[in-house]
C-alpha cells in the first residue's frame, strides 16, 4: 500500500489479484485485499481453488496430510496461528495456464507451474521479461528474511516441480521473483533454477541410498533423522519438514520399483529397497 501511495496509483484500479498458491502465507490476505482494492477479482490456479476457498481443508490435507500413516503434523499451537493470520477466500476466476491478461500498456501471462501445490501459478510480464514464480521453485533451503536456513524445500510432487523447473529455464526469464527469496536476475536465475533441479537428484539418490541401507523397513520420519545432515543445515524441528520433498521422492521411486511400501503393524508407512 505504500508503494501505491507513493507512486499515485488509485486502489481502485486495481482489476485482478492473483494469488500464487494454495498456502497460508500466500494466499491468507486475498480476503482482506477485496477490502483495499474494492474493483478486483481475486485469481488463483483452479487446482488450488478447494484449499483457498477453506482454509481448514488446506489444514486437514495439505498441513496434516502426513499425519494419519507418518506421525507428522502441525502442532496444535501451529494451527491456532495459521487460523488467526488467514482466511478462506472465493475465487472468482480459476486459472489453468496459458491466459493472458491485457493490462492496457503491457500483457501478463499466466504460467501453471505446479510441485509445491498442484495449482501453482506464475505470472510473466511479457513487457520486462520478469517471472513471478511464488514458491514454485524452492532452491535448495527456504531463508528467513535476513538469508539464514529456515527450512527444507517444500516441493511435494517432484516430477511436477522438475518439469516446472525445465519450463522456467525454456524462458530464458530476465529477472525470476521468488515469495522467499530477492529478485534473482539473467544468469544467477538460472543458476538457481539449476541449483533447485540438482538437490532433487540430491533428496532422491540420499532416500534411495537411506533406504536400501536400512536394515528393516524405514518411516519417512526415521529416512529424515538419518539423513537430514546430508540435505541441508536445517536442526529438529525444522529438518521434518523434508517430509513433503522426502515423500515425494520416495513415491518416485517406488514407481520405478527401486523401493517398496508397506504398513508397518504400528500404523505407519515404511519403505524397503525394491
Ligand atoms: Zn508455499
Given at each position: 500500500m505504500p508503494y501505491f501511495r507513493e507512486n499515485g496509483i488509485d486502489p481502485a484500479a486495481v482489476r485482478y489479484v492473483i494469488v500464487t498458491h494454495a498456502d497460508y502465507d500466500h494466499s491468507g490476505g486475498a480476503t482482506a485485499m477485496r477490502d483495499v482494492f474494492p474493483n478486483s477479482l481475486v485469481c488463483a490456479g483452479e487446482r488450488d481453488r478447494a484449499m483457498l476457498e477453506d482454509l481448514e481443508?488446506?489444514?486437514?490435507?495439505r498441513?496434516?496430510?502426513f499425519a494419519h500413516t507418518h506421525n507428522f503434523d502441525e502442532t496444535e499451537e501451529g494451527k491456532h496461528f495459521i487460523r488467526a493470520v488467514a482466511h478462506s477466500t472465493t475465487i472468482d476466476i480459476g486459472f489453468t495456464g496459458g491466459e493472458s491478461l491485457d493490462l492496457g500498456d503491457r500483457t501478463i501471462e499466466i504460467l501453471h507451474t505446479p510441485g509445491h501445490s498442484w495449482g501453482h501459478l506464475s505470472v510473466v510480464d511479457k513487457t520486462t521479461g520478469f517471472i513471478v514464480v511464488g514458491d514454485a521453485v524452492l532452491g535448495d533451503t527456504v531463508p528467513l528474511a535476513d538469508g539464514r536456513p529456515a527450512f527444507p524445500p517444500t516441493y511435494r510432487y517432484v516430477e511436477a516441480y522438475r518439469a516446472t523447473i525445465r519450463l522456467l529455464k525454456g524462458r530464458r526469464p530476465v529477472a525470476i521473483l521468488p515469495a522467499h527469496?530477492?529478485?534473482?536476475?539473467?544468469?544467477?536465475a538460472l543458476d538457481f533454477l539449476d541449483l533447485s533441479l540438482a538437490y532433487t537428484d540430491l533428496v532422491e539418490l540420499v532416500?534411495?541410498?537411506?533406504v536400501t541401507r536400512s536394515s528393516r523397513p524405514i518411516s519417512l520420519l526415521e529416512l529424515i533423522d538419518k539423513s537430514h545432515d546430508r540435505l541441508g543445515p536445517w536442526p529438529s524441528p525444522a529438518c521434518d519438514y523434508l517430509v513433503y520433498a522426502v515423500l515425494g521422492h520416495l513415491e518416485v521411486l517406488e514407481q520405478y520399483h527401486l523401493v517398496q511400501s508397506l504398513i508397518r503393524s504400528d500404523g505407519v508407512q515404511a519403505w524397503v529397497a525394491g
Amino acid at each position: 500500500m505504500p508503494y501505491f501511495r507513493e507512486n499515485g496509483i488509485d486502489p481502485a484500479a486495481v482489476r485482478y489479484v492473483i494469488v500464487t498458491h494454495a498456502d497460508y502465507d500466500h494466499s491468507g490476505g486475498a480476503t482482506a485485499m477485496r477490502d483495499v482494492f474494492p474493483n478486483s477479482l481475486v485469481c488463483a490456479g483452479e487446482r488450488d481453488r478447494a484449499m483457498l476457498e477453506d482454509l481448514e481443508l488446506m489444514i486437514s490435507d495439505r498441513y496434516g496430510e502426513f499425519a494419519h500413516t507418518h506421525n507428522f503434523d502441525e502442532t496444535e499451537e501451529g494451527k491456532h496461528f495459521i487460523r488467526a493470520v488467514a482466511h478462506s477466500t472465493t475465487i472468482d476466476i480459476g486459472f489453468t495456464g496459458g491466459e493472458s491478461l491485457d493490462l492496457g500498456d503491457r500483457t501478463i501471462e499466466i504460467l501453471h507451474t505446479p510441485g509445491h501445490s498442484w495449482g501453482h501459478l506464475s505470472v510473466v510480464d511479457k513487457t520486462t521479461g520478469f517471472i513471478v514464480v511464488g514458491d514454485a521453485v524452492l532452491g535448495d533451503t527456504v531463508p528467513l528474511a535476513d538469508g539464514r536456513p529456515a527450512f527444507p524445500p517444500t516441493y511435494r510432487y517432484v516430477e511436477a516441480y522438475r518439469a516446472t523447473i525445465r519450463l522456467l529455464k525454456g524462458r530464458r526469464p530476465v529477472a525470476i521473483l521468488p515469495a522467499h527469496y530477492p529478485a534473482m536476475f539473467a544468469e544467477s536465475a538460472l543458476d538457481f533454477l539449476d541449483l533447485s533441479l540438482a538437490y532433487t537428484d540430491l533428496v532422491e539418490l540420499v532416500a534411495l541410498e537411506t533406504v536400501t541401507r536400512s536394515s528393516r523397513p524405514i518411516s519417512l520420519l526415521e529416512l529424515i533423522d538419518k539423513s537430514h545432515d546430508r540435505l541441508g543445515p536445517w536442526p529438529s524441528p525444522a529438518c521434518d519438514y523434508l517430509v513433503y520433498a522426502v515423500l515425494g521422492h520416495l513415491e518416485v521411486l517406488e514407481q520405478y520399483h527401486l523401493v517398496q511400501s508397506l504398513i508397518r503393524s504400528d500404523g505407519v508407512q515404511a519403505w524397503v529397497a525394491g
